[in-house]
């Protein structure tokens, strides 16, 4: 079986699918796997690191695509990439597939079989090729220290000789994977910190990383849905919401906002009159800006000042910090493989929920979840 790791073409893309210590053990197991020259540099990975680990370098997309039974990649592909791919080539990549339908069908019109990053369940068993939660965690990383880097004031509590300078107040809202760990971060910064969620499972996990839990009543005790995530709220419990939050987020110096709700664009959470109704000087990181952001001001991408607030909506952070996303993702995936390949070959266990949960196409069909 030839697995093949491709250069990423996505503008800003630094990471790279598999890591060398990844391809070492790949090898070892008896898979033969080609890297495309110059995939590991935005990582810092050169091609020697991937043929010092067993990996064959080729020179070029169209070479690989054409010798490859699987290909690993971090980003989906583009449509000229899937045009590339053989037919009945496996692909293993962070699709999107439920906001790219016309990438998915265009996979099973070329017989791709293809697994995405996003669909594998968050069960205990598939919790080493979570690649939603190991990025996550880089992004609520990230926010803490863009957020850091944009206010005007110390995180810390400082008691100088210059007198006494109060700690920040820091609030994250939506309090998943990428959430409890701005709300760590935050706190290893030093700053005063709350967090939020709609799902009431969460005040405890809040809690035990020595932040408080703000609670109002939205007229909804637990918005918890399927597999752990969050149901998308009534018009009535977002109206009561949106107002809580105006009322409250002018208490605080940072605002980190994580709220997905999958399949859906981001739960609108911070309206225009919040962000004026805000102290100058304070900082708002919506880490949704990609899907359309938790706050109304938003724009995906960049920074902005408004109403005296530092507005950021930084897109694919995981990217800012290649070497331990790779080192992450490229953990997820092998793990992931070792249920697609027995023996050096591909054996696809349909009744397992994480080949079910994960595979977007086979056979040329799409596999409606
Ligand atoms: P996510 O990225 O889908 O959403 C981020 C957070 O936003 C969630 O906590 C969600 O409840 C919250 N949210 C949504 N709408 C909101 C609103 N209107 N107001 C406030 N908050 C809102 O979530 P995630 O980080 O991917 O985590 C989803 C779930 O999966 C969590 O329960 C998490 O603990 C669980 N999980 C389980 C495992 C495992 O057991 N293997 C691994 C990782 C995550």
């Not at 069960?123 to 996550?136: P, T, V």
């Not at 820091?170 to 910190?193: E, F, K, P, W």
């Not at 027995?342 to 079910?356: A, T, Y």
Request: proline residues 4%; neutral net charge; charged residues 20%.
């Amino acid at each position: 079986m030839k697995l093949a790791v491709p250069r990423e073409t996505a503008p800003g893309e630094r990471r790279v699918a598999l890591t060398p210590d990844a391809v070492a053990a790949l090898v070892k197991s008896g898979i033969e796997v080609m890297v495309e020259a110059g995939a590991g540099a935005g990582a810092f990975h050169s091609d020697a690191d991937f043929q010092t680990a067993g990996a064959r370098i080729v020179p070029d997309a169209a070479t690989l695509y054409g010798e490859a039974d699987v290909v690993a990649k971090v980003q989906r592909p583009t449509a000229d990439e899937v045009n590339r791919f053989r037919e009945g080539t496996v692909l293993v990549a962070y699709l999107q597939a439920l906001s790219s339908p016309d990438l998915v069908q265009q996979l099973a019109s070329r017989r791709i079989t293809s697994f995405g990053m996003e669909g594998i369940p968050r069960i205990s068993r598939a919790q080493k090729m979570d690649a939603l939660s190991s990025q996550a965690n880089i992004a609520g990383y990230k926010a803490v220290l863009i957020a850091s880097e944009s206010l005007a004031k110390f995180f810390p509590m400082l008691m100088t000789a210059a007198g006494t300078v109060f700690a920040a107040r820091v609030l994250v809202i939506g309090a998943g994977v990428a959430g409890l760990q701005a709300i760590a971060t935050a706190r290893r910064l030093g700053a005063q910190v709350w967090g939020y969620d709609v799902r009431a499972a969460v005040k405890e996990q809040v809690e035990s990383l020595g932040a408080k839990f703000l609670e109002f009543d939205i007229g909804v005790k637990d918005a918890e849905g399927a597999g752990g995530y969050a149901k998308e709220l009534s018009a009535e419990a977002k109206q009561k919401q949106q107002e809580a939050l105006a009322a409250r987020t002018k208490d605080f110096d940072v605002v980190i906002t994580t709220a997905l709700i999958p399949g859906r664009p981001a739960p609108r959470l911070i309206n225009k009159e919040t962000v004026a109704g805000m102290r100058p000087g304070s900082v708002i990181v919506d880490l949704a800006a990609e899907t359309g952001g938790n706050c109304e001001l938003t724009k995906p991408g960049e920074m902005t000042v408004q109403h005296g607030v530092t507005i950021c909506g930084p897109i694919n952070l995981a990217a800012t910090m290649p070497v331990h996303a790779s080192q992450m993702y490229a953990r997820n995936v092998t793990e992931l493989l070792k249920v697609l390949v027995k023996d050096g070959q591909l054996k696809l266990d349909f009744n397992d929920e994480i080949v079910k949960g994960a595979c977007m196409t086979h056979d040329g069909k799409v596999m409606t979840k």
